[in-house]
């Protein structure tokens, strides 16, 4: 059973251990080694593992395994080279990747805390991932709700009171009320930040709370009859918050408004788009009528094509549709330019379209599908070439 330096002492960044075994591992083509004592945390609770150096070289990760018999747990640190049993190993742990991890997962219990305080509500899903930290509880909050939990959350940080470890006997561990109360083999290790939370961890918090620095709950949603909540603590809140400034202050530049009111010039710029676009779409449609007026008769030509630079999707339908209430054959609608290539949508009432499909597929490489009735996709070829080719069909 290897000793679990990181739970005497979350602060450990140095430690010597026996190596016990190497086993060569086909699969990830690298060594697992077990030492006698560690203070590297394996990814355990949704929490990533610890990163940093063992007897020189970098530790690629690191894994709990638990005997199902005895419940012995031993820790697997994969190395790319082998390290010979029975030598002593010196292992260095990367105290920025811990420092991160200890304050989002200290921040988690503190928001748990309370939403099991003031609602009840279980946290059932934890992931503390390298940039995101998510919650899942079992019932619906919303953003006001937490707005106050986290104002409280921070209020705990504030406060700055020592964080306490524990590993209660049997009769102690029964008689107390705490989170994740399920049957557990072996020692339980309980983690409470006092009046907020009380709970069975086994990953390494901060020693007081103001070393959080910031909880800030970035985003909730529904998931699974409960919500997903987003948070981050600490160095990631700040990093947060500056790219989201950064972000607002380039918004406010182009704006022309202050930065607490790019919303509302957001608001009115999108009204002014859709006031556009309308006008836009009126022009266009006027231009493919005054261009219809000048095709041929159908009692000259059996089928029309049109031409266009820019045309959105429901005026190129509507066109292609006009057309073929109007020739024998098919409707071309083509919009786009001889460099780029062409968006088409051909209709026709008479023909099968899916023909024709398979014909430009044939000899322009096209692309597309449709119905027997339309058809759309991309060419790419000369209108000229095109043109050519529908009239000697």
């Known amino acids: 059973m290897t000793r679990k330096l990181y739970d005497e002492d979350a602060r450990l960044l140095h430690f010597s251990g026996t190596v016990l075994s190497c086993e060569y591992e086909e699969k990830k083509h690298c060594y697992a080694v077990i030492l006698d004592q560690t203070a590297f945390f394996p990814e355990e609770g949704g929490q990533m593992p610890d ?19 005895t419940f012995e747990e031993t820790i697997l640190h994969l190395l790319k080279q082998p390290l010979a049993p029975g030598t002593q190993a010196e292992g260095q742990i990367d105290w920025a990747h811990r420092f991160d991890q200890m ?3 200290s921040g988690e219990h503190i928001i748990s805390g309370l939403v099991n305080r003031y609602y009840q509500y279980h946290n059932v899903g934890f992931h503390l991932g390298a940039e995101e930290v998510t919650l899942d509880f079992d019932g619906t909050l919303s953003l006001e709700q937490l ?57 390494p918090h901060v020693e007081r ?105 429901i005026a190129a339908r509507n066109t292609a549709n006009q057309l073929a209430d109007t020739y024998e054959g098919f409707g071309f609608m083509l919009v786009g330019d001889d460099e780029k290539g062409y968006r088409y949508v051909i209709a026709s009432r008479h023909l099968d379209c899916r023909e024709l499909s398979a014909s430009l597929r044939k000899v322009f490489s096209a692309k597309g599908g449709g119905s027997g009735e339309m058809i759309q996709g991309t060419i790419q070829t000369t209108g000229k070439e095109l043109t050519a080719w529908i009239q000697n069909m």
């Open 51 to 69: 990163h940093g150096m063992l007897a020189g070289q970098e530790v690629l990760d690191v894994r709990l395994k638990k005997d199902p018999e």
């Open 147 to 203: 707005r106050a939990i986290e104002k409280e959350a921070n209020e705990a940080v504030k406060a700055n009171f020592p964080v306490q470890v524990s590993f209660p006997d049997a009769k102690t561990l029964a008689a107390l009320d705490y989170r994740s109360k399920i049957e557990l083999k072996g020692a339980v290790r309980i983690v409470e930040f006092p009046g907020y939370d009380i709970c069975a961890c086994c990953a």
């Open 103 to 105: 304050q989002q997962h």
């Open 209 to 313: 709370t103001g070393e959080i620095g910031l909880i800030k709950i970035t985003n909730v949603q529904s998931h699974r009859g409960g919500v997903r909540v987003n948070i981050l603590c600490g160095d990631r809140a700040i990093a947060d918050y500056t790219r989201k400034q950064d972000s607002i202050s380039s918004i406010s530049v182009q704006l022309s408004a202050k930065p607490d009111k790019t919303a509302e010039a957001v608001s009115r710029l999108r009204q002014e788009n859709v006031r556009l676009k309308e006008q836009i779409c009126t022009l266009q449609a006027a231009l493919m009528q005054e261009k219809l007026s000048a095709l041929p008769s159908p009692a000259d030509s059996r089928h029309a094509i049109l031409f266009a630079d820019e045309l959105d999707a």
